[in-house]
């Protein structure tokens, strides 16, 4: 018997030895970490939403080229989302649980993100939003489960909101009123805009809301004139805000204007839609470290990713709106992503890897607004970004917090 059992004991070492026995990470193998990516290459907010994408994989094919990460390149695998929950819960659910991906690099809507949070907390697979800035499942604001696997993209919506007020009370301006559309993510910067207001023992002298997908704004124009603001808070997306400033100059609107950055996905057409002439008291936040066109501020690479963008994508090196904006978003946050995975060390897993980034401190991406440091309390990234004034035909940076 007791010789039996030392074979027995022998026999499992070498099987142990020789892997075959050892559990492996999913996704990851001697040469390969799978990531799953999300974005809406369909539907009416396509064409913003893969713009993020593309930064990212210019990133992510960097990297491959110089070999990867201790050897391992990355496989990324991309499903369509549709700015959709229900598309992306159906998505997110094929690359979690079909393609058995190391981590979720997903997501610019932040419903979307907000689909994923049950499948996230089941598997307990680290998910980075490409570019979705909703607070609401990151921590401090999330104490659930999924505060431990999911890390923030783009500046958090409730600080677009408190930003964008620290920038009007800086330039004295105390009759504030804002309007935002009636989803999370508008609602989001409303909370942190108000709340930012109330800390100085203001309030909004209006405020109107609407839905996204709205083609006329003139009854809120309306309304917030009848109170004459100082300036007016704009938390809208991008097809709606320019119908906005239009009409608010049509219908003599004359106050200043400041936008949440996702409504300037393309300056171009903002300025196509609104004219010259609504845009010459308008300001945008920005959570990059340069404006659009780059103006090479000290310390940022936005306009060497700029060139590394158009070669990677020949066919539209000419285009004047090529990159979108939201491409240095998607490099910011791969950015990140690839960070973690160099800090988690070769022997990747996923707990390694959250651990990477919980530890993150003063990470300089060379492209966002301000540095990274996440903790195991708080996984939000970007909490003030710069102020830009735009009219059409010029812009400058007019604030940093």
Request: net charge positive.
């Amino acid at each position: 018997m007791k010789k039996w059992l030392a074979v027995f004991a022998l026999g499992l070492a070498l099987f142990g030895l020789t892997g075959l026995g050892r559990c492996e990470e999913k996704g990851v193998t001697k040469d390969k970490i799978k990531i799953g990516v999300l974005t809406a290459m369909t539907g009416p907010y396509a064409e913003y939403d893969v713009m993020w994408s593309q930064g990212g994989k210019v990133v992510f094919d960097e990297i491959n080229q110089k070999g990867g990460i201790y050897g391992r390149k990355i496989d990324y695998i991309v499903e369509d989302d549709g700015c959709d929950s229900t598309k992306g819960s159906i998505a997110g659910k094929k690359l979690i649980y079909n393609e058995n991906v190391f981590a979720l690099y997903s997501g610019v809507c932040t419903g979307v993100v907000n689909a994923l949070v049950p499948d996230v907390e089941a598997e307990k697979i680290p998910l980075q939003p490409i570019g979705a800035a909703g607070t609401n499942y990151v921590r401090p604001w999330n104490k659930g489960p999924s505060g431990k696997y999911i890390f923030g993209g783009a500046m958090g919506l409730y600080y677009h909101g408190e930003s964008m007020v620290d920038f009007a009370l800086s330039r004295g301006w105390k009759k504030v009123a804002i309007l935002y559309q009636t989803d999370q993510w508008g609602v989001e910067v409303y909370k942190g805009a108000k709340s930012q207001l109330e800390k100085s023992g203001l309030a909004f002298v209006a405020e109107e809301s609407i839905v996204r997908d709205a083609t006329d704004t003139s009854v809120q124009v309306i309304k917030i004139r009848e109170k004459n603001p100082d300036i007016v808070v704009l938390a809208l997306y991008p097809r709606l805000g320019p119908i906005f400033l239009r009409q608010a100059y049509e219908l003599g609107l004359k106050t200043n204007f400041v936008a949440s950055a996702g409504m300037v996905s393309n300056l171009d057409t903002l300025r196509k839609t609104a004219r010259d002439e609504a845009l010459q008291t308008f300001y945008y936040l920005w959570d990059r470290c340069d404006m659009p066109g780059g103006t090479g501020a000290p310390g940022c690479e936005i306009s060497d990713w700029i060139k590394k963008i158009r070669k990677a994508y020949p066919d539209k090196a000419n285009d004047p709106n090529f990159p979108n904006p939201y491409s240095i978003m998607g490099i910011g946050t791969a950015t990140i992503f690839v960070e973690g995975l160099r800090r988690a060390g070769q022997d990747l897993t996923r707990e390694k890897f959250i651990n990477a980034l919980e530890t993150m401190k003063d990470f300089d991406t060379k492209v966002l607004s301000s540095k990274i440091s996440f903790s195991s309390n708080d996984h939000l990234t970007i909490r003030r970004g710069i102020i830009v004034k735009y009219t059409g035909d010029k812009q400058e940076i007019v604030y940093k917090p």
